[in-house]
């Protein structure tokens, strides 16, 4: 099965595919992720919200950034965008930080939210001076309240996105387990490189995640197969399943950890964040966490 076009494949084949645990050194900062694929429908926001969990049910103390207008990493954490006063678009702004950072009913996983007015931030920064720093100059303050960032990027290789590039230390790439499954990631490289070579020097891809595998279908069992091939390991070992619990979850503005931590999901998710921690180790004291719905 060949699930990539010959100019992905080309581009893929220049990455560095045996990638070591991260080099970002444990000063006692934030590692800052951010989730990025342009292709929707990934498990991208799924991945950035559950991951999120598990690693604040782990002792970790977390933020999650929802940097896409949509706002689906807000809400499936359990915040009601209508009640959001502030979140990444006054921080983008300038105007916001700390303050507009909430508490979710997971101990350690706060979310600085996403509200209606992000929609439009991505026209408003084509005139900004330093448009794509915005985003690395509003979390620079914050990197020592947290053990990991993760930021949940659109589904697009625009402005917000640039701004979550140049603001990570490491991308974490999500891919479903389905037909042309790799296809345009070339285009996610390529602006990696461009992001690399003009903002952040040291951005790289630290880890892909598998989702959505169907272990009824051979076809998601090859491209498992393709992608570790091309990407080596940069790979998560953890495999996100196809679930009807994980998509139901956020509908009722849970982690899969608390609508249903016995599923099958939840226990690949506490896998992943495992591999997380072990990848991205933090030695940074755990602060106490705040109360549900709380700004910090």
């Known amino acids: 099965m060949d699930t990539v076009d010959e100019a992905t494949s080309q581009v893929i084949a220049g990455e560095n595919q045996e990638l070591p645990a991260s080099t970002k050194a444990d000063t006692g900062s934030s590692i800052i992720l951010a989730l990025t694929n342009q ?28 940097l896409d207008p949509q706002g689906n990493a807000t809400t499936g954490v359990g915040i009601d965008r209508g009640s959001v006063k502030a979140g990444t678009y006054e ?10 950072i909430l508490a979710t009913d997971v101990a350690g996983l706060d979310v600085l939210p996403s509200t209606i007015d992000l929609a439009g931030a991505e026209v408003e920064l084509v005139s900004a001076f330093s448009r ?6 509003g979390l620079a303050g914050l990197r020592g309240e947290y053990d990991f960032v993760l930021i949940d990027s659109p589904p697009s290789l625009g402005l917000l996105t640039v701004n979550a590039l140049a603001a990570c230390d490491e991308v974490v790439v999500p891919i479903q387990c389905e037909y042309y499954a790799l296809e345009g990631l070339g285009q996610l490289i390529r602006t990696l490189d461009l992001v690399r070579d003009g903002l952040n020097p040291s951005l790289r891809v630290g880890g892909v995640v598998l989702t959505m595998f169907d272990a009824r279908t051979k076809l998601a069992e090859q491209v498992v197969a393709e992608v570790r091939r091309h990407f080596g390991d940069a790979v998560f070992h953890s495999i996100i399943p196809r ?36 990848r991205w180790p933090r030695t940074r004291p755990q602060a106490q966490p705040t109360t549900e719905g709380e700004s910090r």
């Open 243 to 278: 679930s009807v619990r994980l998509s139901e979850a956020p509908g009722f503005g849970k982690p899969i950890i608390r609508y249903d931590p016995s599923s099958r999901a939840a226990t690949s998710y506490r896998e992943l964040a495992a591999e997380a921690r072990a």
């Open 39 to 66: 292709k929707g429908g990934v498990g991208k926001t799924t991945t950035a919200v559950n991951l999120g969990a598990c690693l604040a049910e782990g002792g970790a103390r977390v933020l999650l950034v929802d």
């Open 91 to 100: 921080l983008l702004g300038g105007s916001g930080g700390a303050e507009a």
């Open 132 to 137: 794509e720093t915005k985003l690395r100059q």
